[in-house]
């Protein structure tokens, strides 16, 4: 996305806090591109669901300036006015944030040099860049510009966007050809939120900048047709049109309305005239719009048989660029590559969730003695947990012989009846036998059930039958088997072993202390 296709020098990537690996929200920062005056460009990667995979241009502030909250806004301008500009030859603003006090906005991806880049590399061959190349590469980007200019608010009036710093290093070309604008870092327009930037601050590149700007004064649109004039003089020339020693003796030549020197004769007359016409010194006698310079540039193109595609750029970009392409190339996989390994490494570091020290567990089970899951991991079969087994209370001190009936079906349920019933009879016969022998009579029923101690309780638990009965047969009991002796009076009865046969839906409870049989039933308990 910026001149430098590799890696930073170490120098540079010490001065700043971010590094291989960083994540500045989903972006995670691959290598560093290059740092501008104010900014730093790093190449990073988009990574979402089903595996898909993007690379991006992630711009941030650098240090130096991050604590510059005009500056911070200023930044944050060029997110809001870039992004709106949607043109093929402008660079796409994706996104804008702050993360841990670094401020910084996301560029799409472009594969390829910028213009001033692409021209060195040229030179080292002694090769000069091509006319129609570079008029193709320049009526490009001056389509993006007018698509700036034009940019108009919610009610359809402009905005008054003006880049302000046009120049052959915020001009890249891609692989495929294009020709992208980027960098509205210094954008200014009318409705800023922090309002008018400080005057007679320069911004921007000298070299290409229009007098107006260069003395503190108003500028539009037509300051970046005096920049695009100054670019093709310069490609043209091999020369700035307004050079000198230093800034000073360049700034002393803007002023001086004096022209630049001629154009060299090679140069077509309908582009020496076009270029002338740009960088004139008063506003007013240059092209109105970018759009106007483009069609002149294609026009003299057309003039001068000097015509040329995309195509035809892509193809000089790969045959003339294919050392840094395969540079860039080398340097974004060998940034992949190390960012694969650290990721293998944090899965190999990552804490098994089933067995952390800190309790904090995944698993249904886990749950169930903990109550907590970890965020962002997928529960197991077994969540959510069974319901623990209820709680049963503790028997009752009662001195009694309960019997608890459980009645898993409708045949237990008769069975559970027919025994309660069993036992009032026993319990009644047993009564009626003690009483006969006290007062000599001799027990009339020869098939009664032999019933426990008049002291005890009996207590059976069931439910209504709702089949049909079923019969027992009880076994007759000797009724000079029986105890004739009456308990003591005051004795406590003593307890008798007790058999438990649950049912949670109803209890009768028999109690003979003398000579009466009583049923009591209770609902929704356990009989304790």
């Not at 700036?148 to 290093?169: C, F, I, N, T």
């Not at 009846?417 to 026993?426: E, R, S, T």
Request: with cysteine; hydrophobic share 45%; charged share 20%.
């Amino acid at each position: 996305m910026s001149d430098v296709p590799a890696p930073a020098p170490a120098s540079t990537a010490q001065s700043s806090p971010l590094m291989p690996g960083y994540f500045l929200d989903r972006y995670e920062l691959l290598c560093p591109l290059a740092d501008g005056g104010m900014a730093s460009v790093w190449v990073a990667r988009l990574r979402g669901k089903h595996g898909f995979e993007k690379l991006v241009a992630v711009k941030t502030i650098l240090p130096q300036f991050a604590a510059d909250e005009q500056f911070q806004q200023m930044f944050l301008d060029e997110a809001r006015i870039a992004s709106r500009i949607e043109h093929a030859n402008v660079a796409q603003i994706l996104d804008v944030g702050e993360q841990h006090d670094i401020t910084y906005l996301v560029m799409e991806w472009v594969d390829g040099d910028s213009l001033s880049r692409l021209n060195r590399a040229l030179k080292k061959k002694n090769v000069a860049l091509p006319m129609n190349i570079l008029l193709r590469i320049v009526a490009d980007a001056c389509g993006g510009l007018h698509a700036a200019h034009e940019l108009r608010d919610d009610k359809g009036a402009l905005l008054g966007v003006v880049h302000r710093d046009v120049s052959p290093q915020n001009i890249l070309v891609s692989q495929r050809g294009m020709a992208k604008l980027i960098d509205f870092g210094i954008a200014k327009a009318r409705d800023r939120m922090v309002g008018e930037t400080n005057a007679g601050l320069l911004k921007g590149k000298i070299h290409y900048m229009p007098p107006e700007q260069a003395l503190g004064g108003v500028v539009d649109r037509r300051a970046d047709v005096f920049a695009v004039g100054a670019i093709l003089y310069h490609m043209l020339a091999g020369a700035p049109p307004f050079d000198g020693p230093n800034q000073l003796a360049v700034l002393h030549r803007l002023s001086s309305r004096q022209p630049p020197m001629p154009l060299p004769s090679s140069v077509p007359a309908p582009v020496a005239a076009l270029v002338k016409r740009a960088l004139a010194y008063s506003p007013e006698a240059r092209f109105a719009t970018a759009a106007e310079l483009q069609a002149e540039i294609e026009s003299a193109m057309i003039e001068s048989k000097l015509t040329c595609t995309q195509a035809l750029v892509a193809d000089f970009v790969t045959v003339h660029g294919a050392t840094r392409t395969a540079s860039r190339k080398e340097a974004i996989d060998l940034a992949l590559s190390a960012a694969a390994e650290r990721a293998r490494m944090r899965d190999v570091l990552r804490p098994n969730p089933d067995k952390s020290a800190t309790g904090v567990l995944a698993s249904g089970a886990d749950f169930q003695r903990t109550g907590v899951v970890n965020v962002g991991d997928r529960p197991s079969s077994d969540y959510p947990p069974p319901a623990p087994p209820p709680v049963q209370a503790p028997p009752s001190p009662v001195s009694s012989i309960e019997v608890h009936v459980e009645t898993p079906s409708n045949k237990g349920k008769i069975l559970a009846l027919v025994a309660a019933g069993v036992l009032l009879v026993a319990a009644a016969a047993g009564t009626a036998v003690f009483l006969a022998s006290r007062g000599g009579a001799q027990p009339s029923s020869p098939a009664t059930a032999a019933a426990p101690k008049p002291t005890a309780t009996a207590t059976a638990t069931t439910a209504p039958a709702t089949s049909s009965a079923t019969t027992i047969d009880i076994p007759a009991v000797d009724p000079d088997s029986l105890p004739t002796a009456a308990p003591m009076a005051g004795a406590a009865p003593k307890p008798q072993a007790t058999e438990h046969v649950a049912s949670p839906s109803t209890t009768a409870k028999t109690t003979a202390p003398t000579a009466t049989a009583t049923a009591t039933t209770r609902r929704g308990s356990y009989g304790f």
